[in-house]
């Protein structure tokens, strides 16, 4: 892409690798350049040791990347604002106009995740703004940059908190309710970061005011690996939700409970993780048990307590609903039979997102004519089993995605990457698009 990019995005553990140097000019006119950005970026919320990140909702790493998106905006002459759920906007043009073309991501993360997840989207959406300036066309509608808050759940256990605020799909109540492992609750979280909780809640208002809402992110998976494209773009997100087991059992001496004695609920959890993975795997569904916290957690002692976090996820309503209905079955024959009690709650969940076919093939037109590579071509369409505020938003708004190729598939990991090449496709792609939207 002509001088939008300087260079590759830097690999997560080492930010001062590839492209041009840190203090390299940019283009007159532009703003940081997509490496500039990506360097500047890359050091908030990222820990030494592991390499990844743990940018969580309204900690210092998250009020960091907050002043750097504020400042990107500000560099470019963008009017900075942060709605009433802490969702953070850049525009150009007048935000009270009406049928806004939007484009970004996030910039939290999860527990030691990558650099691309989220933040791609957002670098991305300024340096494609960067490339409509460059090309010198004229703006039809106004268009904005936008970072939705705790969209990944790290700290309160609830994906995109933002965008479901705002969409009215989590009330003030609930969100209230919301702790962290701490027992810090989300309101005490919002005030200690100079935020307003009181004024949290649905904005039917703003989300009028978007015609249609774009994000990019790199893609979780192999599928433009296996086809061999750089840019793709999404027809769906599947169904997906988190449940949550507790195991209760009975707290006693490791070293001298006999073992028949024992109401072990380890035992039960372990058996119900073997018993996901199987259930998975004969309803072609996804089940993953990736969080557990153990009561009194000590060396020397039976649990009495162990909680334990599925993730599933699946193509299809019904195919999720069987996975599900399986571990559950599973987990409670064998916490019969060990004699310990089982409660399961289902913490969250979204159906699946069907994104809007007008939009999508309009999309697809745009970049049939020009291609991710500056050449006409058929751009891939491809489903995801990760969810995203673009699924969230629409319910409300016109949504879409465009997939920017991952070589490895890995996400959620500081190995999560993607190539130089392919992030100045994904660039030019979110460019040509927000012409093909916004521009006269």
Known sequence: MTGTVGGGPVAPGD????????????????????????????????????????????????????????????????????????????????????????????????????????????????????????????????????????????????????????????????????????????????????????????????????GAFVELHVEQGRALDLSGDPVGIASAIWPHGRWRFDFRGEANHAGTTRLADRRDPMLTYAETVLAARREAELAGGLATFGKVAVEPNGVNAIPSLVRGWLDSRAADQATLDAVVAGVERAAREHAERAGVDLDVVRESFTPVVEFQHALRDEIGRILGERGPDGKGRTVPVLGTGAGHDAGILSASVPTAMLFVRNPTGVSHSPAEHAAEDDCAAGVRALADVLEGLACS
């Open 15 to 210: 930010p001062s690798a590839n492209g041009p140097a840190a203090d390299a000019p940019p283009r007159t006119g532009e703003g940081e350049s997509f490496q500039a950005m990506w360097r500047g970026l890359a050091p908030l919320g990222r820990d030494p040791g592991s390499g990844g990140y743990r940018r969580y909702a309204w900690t210092g790493a998250d009020l960091e990347c907050r002043g750097w998106f504020r400042a990107q905006a500000e560099s470019r002459g963008l009017v900075h604002e942060t709605d009433r759920n802490g969702n953070q906007w850049a525009w150009l043009g007048d935000p009270l106009a009406g049928d806004a073309v939007v484009t970004g991501s996030h910039l939290d993360s999860v527990p030691d995740g990558g650099a691309f997840d989220g933040p791609l989207g957002v670098v991305s959406a300024f340096a494609a703004l960067d490339e409509l300036r460059h090309r010198g066309v004229e703006f039809a509608r106004p268009v904005a940059v936008t970072n939705f808050g705790d969209e990944e759940g790290a700290r309160f256990g609830l994906a995109c908190v933002g965008s479901r605020l705002a969409a009215g799909q989590l009330t003030r109540r609930d969100a209230h309710r919301l702790r962290d492992g701490d027992g810090v609750l989300l309101p005490q979280a919002m005030e200690a970061a100079g935020y307003d909780p009181d004024a949290i809640g649905p904005d039917p208002e703003r989300l009028a005011r978007i």
